[in-house]
């Protein structure tokens, strides 16, 4: 049985990146194996590492959850669940921080980031062991599989890693995760024509409303070519986003266009725009419809599940190592 796990962190709105690079393979997979579990949660605690702000973070929670209910996932078939309900996510960190080298942390790539960003007053210890805290996210629960872009290639390696090395001290007691990265949108371009990110703020958001993308349209730079010169399409971040959201014959009429040169960057970010509010709107409107106090029963309902399952690991590492006499 397929035990398939993935969270967005709830530290701004959810965009075409996360839709693509983990909602929509969670749905896709489920869809193909329908007798797997899916395990879609908010991490919460991820999100504190860099959102202080309690307003923000509990709406980004509510907004989150929502999201996740308006884009498919099915609350009777799906366990939907936050984090921070689960008290048992820190005690199993204590653990594996201890069975973690420092080396091994300092090669984190989130990490190498967040160094050359910022400075050492500005870094925490909570970036520091952010894929602890992950691989926890995924060991604790027996996921099989674990859908990532690019960027979280990594840390789910991290999280094979520590199941192994702790299966090897202390006997079997995780499952190893297998990782699951999808060729054709491994990493989803903003419109910036860098990777889609809330941290360089060139989201196109499920919560923008139609002005605001039109706007965010506007702006994806393009080259100089003129309206009637060929384009490469492979070269244009606003195909690059077009093609996630058409059909594979307007694929097929539109790399034609771009190549016989009868498509101007215009007519290009038009056609974006257009698509873009049609594939919106039915998850917008889905979004709007979800009453809040739903979402918060949902939410602590899923995590007396959740902690049932996080306290039976917690319980059989503890007897391993030897805290429970
Ligand atoms: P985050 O927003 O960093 O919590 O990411 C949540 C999930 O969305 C992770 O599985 C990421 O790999 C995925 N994701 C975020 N941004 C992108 C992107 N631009 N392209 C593909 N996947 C992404």
Not at 33 to 50: G, Q, V
Not at 74 to 94: C, E, G, K, N, V
């Amino acid at each position: 049985m397929k035990r398939i796990l993935t969270g967005i962190k709830p530290t701004g709105d959810i965009h075409v990146g996360n839709y693509f690079g983990a909602i929509k393979p969670i749905i896709d997979l489920w869809a193909k194996h329908p007798d797997s579990e899916i395990y879609l949660f908010i991490p919460s605690m991820h999100a504190f590492t860099t959102l202080h702000d309690p307003d923000r973070l509990r709406t980004n929670i509510l907004n989150g959850m929502k999201m996740y209910l308006a884009m498919g996932a099915d609350p009777d078939r799906f366990m939907i669940y936050d984090q921070s309900y689960i008290a048992w996510h820190a005690q199993l960190t204590r653990v594996l921080q201890c069975l973690t080298h420092m080396g091994f942390m300092e090669r984190m790539h989130v990490y190498k980031d967040a160094v050359a960003k910022w400075t050492a007053t500005d870094l925490s210890v909570g970036t520091f062991c952010y894929p602890i805290l992950m691989a926890i996210d995924i060991i604790m629960y027996d996921a099989t599989h674990v859908p990532v872009g690019k960027d979280q290639i990594q840390h789910v390696e991290f999280a094979r890693d520590i199941a192994q090395k702790f299966n090897k001290m202390f006997g079997e007691t995780f499952v190893v995760p297998e990782l699951f990265v999808r060729k054709e949108v491994q990493t989803i371009i903003g419109t910036d024509g860098r990777k889609m990110s809330k941290s360089y703020n060139n989201v196109l958001s499920f919560l923008d409303d139609e002005n605001t993308l039109l706007k965010k349209v506007k702006k994806i730079p393009t080259s100089m070519l003129g309206i009637d010169e060929p384009k490469n399409p492979d070269e244009c971040n606003v195909y690059g986003i077009t093609k996630l959201i058409i059909t594979e014959e307007e694929d097929a009429m539109l790399r034609d266009k771009y190549l016989a040169g009868w498509l101007s960057f215009k007519r290009a970010k038009d056609y974006l725009y257009e698509k873009l509010v049609a594939f919106m709107s039915p998850i917008q409107s889905k979004f709007a419809a979800l009453d809040d106090d739903y979402v918060r029963k949902l939410l602590t309902e899923n995590a007396e599940k959740a902690n049932i399952i996080a306290e039976k690991k917690v319980k059989d590492v503890y007897q391993k190592i030897g805290f429970t006499l």
